[in-house]
């Protein structure tokens, strides 16, 4: 099956400062989407980008389908960012519409 | 409007007990998926349906993991003869359409002693 990997697994930031995650799959994918799972557990959709870029005020999303990548930009950090960040995909070969999560980004944005 | 929700969002039971967690997605999401996230990792997925039925079940663990959805809205994810590695969140989410963008509920945890 479908391999997800998300890069760096671990990452501290200063509030204000930018960061980039990434979001590698080993096969072709029909959807991709990115969450932010807070503290609390809750799963909150970022972005549903199964190709080219979205924006969304301090976030943004580029997947390059082709090259199996998806970056997820996070410009001027807040506290609240705090979390993990996941992406998770739909294997194009697979025949059904399940997800696989990739392995996570922790994510502390310190004031 | 109301976004996907799970009842209860806490659940303690005992070894071999028979638990229900229950979800109520969207109002006209015609799909609906269910999750399990163990401490520190990401989702996986059990089960899908689309209208009133499992499309896809291949994630459940075994035999003693059952889901129905019967008029098409909420479902109700079933664990008979439980076990202490059940132990997890149980996340459920729905989307419009099978492949359009997935919303997730706050999930169940489930502690099995």
């Known amino acids: 099956g479908i391999q997800v990997e998300q890069s760096p697994p671990d990452l501290i930031l200063q509030e204000g400062a930018n960061s980039t995650l990434r979001c590698n799959f080993s096969d072709s994918v029909n959807n991709l989407q990115w969450f932010h799972q807070n503290p609390w557990g809750q799963l909150i959709n970022l972005f549903y980008?199964?190709?080219g870029t979205k924006q969304n005020g301090r976030l943004s999303a580029t997947t390059v389908a082709t090259e199996r990548y998806s970056l997820l930009y996070i410009s001027s950090s807040q506290t609240t960012d705090s979390g993990v960040y996941f992406c998770?995909?739909?294997?194009?070969?697979?025949?059904?519409?399940?997800?696989?999560f990739g392995t996570g980004t922790r994510l502390k944005v310190l004031a | 409007g109301a976004g996907v929700s799970q009842t209860p969002s806490n659940k303690v039971t005992e070894k071999g007990k028979y638990v229900e967690l229950r979800c109520d997605p969207i109002s006209g999401h015609t799909a609906l998926y269910w999750y399990r996230q163990s401490l520190g990792q990401g989702p996986e997925f059990l089960i899908y349906f689309q209208g009133t039925g499992a499309a896809d079940d291949s994630g459940l663990p075994n035999d003693r993991f059952f889901a129905v959805r019967p008029e098409g809205s909420v479902s109700t994810l079933k664990i008979q003869r439980t076990e202490r590695g059940d132990s997890a969140v149980y996340l459920c989410?729905?989307?419009?359409?099978?492949?359009?963008?997935?919303?997730f509920g706050p999930g169940t945890r489930l502690l099995v002693l």
């Open positions: 980008i199964p190709s």
């Open positions: 998770a995909v739909i294997e194009s070969a697979s025949g059904t519409y399940k997800y696989i």
């Open positions: 989410a729905s989307s419009p359409f099978v492949g359009e963008t997935q919303y």
